[in-house]
């Protein structure tokens, strides 16, 4: 292939709001896996926070400060980091495949010549291959995440043998269709929203940091406040076989039905809101993280 026109290669340059459809797939992995682990490290302990509150079958009323504070007293400084390697772990490989599922679908769905127009429902669209296929490897090491928040000190590789060997392998991808359901959105939103108002905030498609960092706060919060109740089924659903669960209700819910139902029973209408506040906490910073993350890995490595 020849090599394109200076002028050419200007026009295409600017566009930071994806990567050029021809940029090298190690480019994209990188910057993806890069996204991931900055975004799921950063806020873990926020995220841990949320996973107490949507499990715990009793009120969990105080603020969220005090929360961490008496977590933090009562565990140890380190407790609301429990579980973090896994999700380091899964959060790479599940990323680099996430940002370079969509980047693929959207070169091919979009035609070269319209790849700095706005196009909404392409970029769902592209969200959503990105989502089913990351979600895909990222799944077994959410649960197992989950698990750990539930103050487990056991091992990361014994929580994994524990639920396979009690379980069963199926346990890993018990939550994957709500995952599913809640994620299609979030990320045909977070793709839309991000990208939206980037065309607001920076019309010239230059490379800026606050900009990118603001317009995924702006996904971020608006995503998560929207998929929180089934944020509540997913959680059920993962952490159901933990020693640290008791209600019999909650242990058999294997299924989104179930869960829902659950979740109604004992705590109503409400019991689909837990964990909102830190939820959108956790994944304004997180997602503006990602994107900011994201943007700078291409920039530096397209650069």
């Known amino acids: ?28 992995l990188m910057a993806g896996a890069f996204a991931g682990i900055m975004e799921h490290s950063v806020m873990f302990p926020i995220d841990a926070l949320k996973t107490r509150i949507q499990s715990a079958t009793g009120s969990m ?12 007293t009562m565990e140890g400084s380190l407790a609301l980091w429990k579980g973090v390697q896994s999700v380091i772990l899964g959060a790479g490989p599940a990323h680099a495949v996430y940002f370079a599922t969509y ?19 392409k970029t769902a669209l592209s969200g959503t291959a990105a989502t089913v296929a990351a979600d895909f490897l990222m799944n077994p090491f959410d649960t197992i995440k989950q698990r750990m928040q539930l103050n487990t000190v056991t091992p990361m590789h014994r929580v994994a043998k524990g639920i396979y060997q009690r379980e069963g392998l199926a ?3 018990y939550s994957y269709p709500t995952t599913i359901v809640m994620n299609i959105p979030f990320a045909a939103m977070n793709f839309v929203i991000y990208e939206s108002s980037t065309k607001i905030f920076n019309p010239g498609n230059v490379y800026n940091p606050l900009v990118h ?15 929180t109740p089934l944020d ?23 299924t989104f039905t ?5 979740i109604y029973e004992l705590r109503g209408l409400k019991g689909f809101q837990r964990g909102l506040k830190p939820r959108i906490i956790a994944n304004m910073p997180a997602t503006a993280i990602s ?7 291409k920039h530096f490595l397209l650069g």
Request: aromatic fraction near 6%; charged fraction near 20%; include cysteine.
């Open 1 to 28: 292939m020849n090599s394109p026109e200076p002028a050419s290669l200007a026009t295409e340059e600017i566009d930071y709001e994806s990567l050029p459809p021809d940029a090298p797939l190690h480019c994209q």
């Open 213 to 227: 960092c603001l317009c995924g706060g702006i996904s971020g919060a608006a995503c998560a406040a929207i998929t």
């Open 291 to 297: 994107w900011t993350a994201y943007e700078c890995a």
């Open 61 to 72: 009323s105080t603020g969220m400060l005090a929360q961490i504070s008496k977590i933090s």
């Open 258 to 262: 179930k869960a829902t139902k659950a």
């Open 232 to 254: 509540c089924i997913k959680t059920v659903l993962q952490v159901r076989g933990s020693e640290s669960v008791s209600h019999e209700i909650l242990r058999k819910a294997d």
């Open 103 to 121: 980047e693929f679908t959207k070169s091919q769905l979009i035609d070269r010549r319209d790849y700095q127009t706005h196009q909404p429902l």
């Open 171 to 173: 346990a890993f991808y």
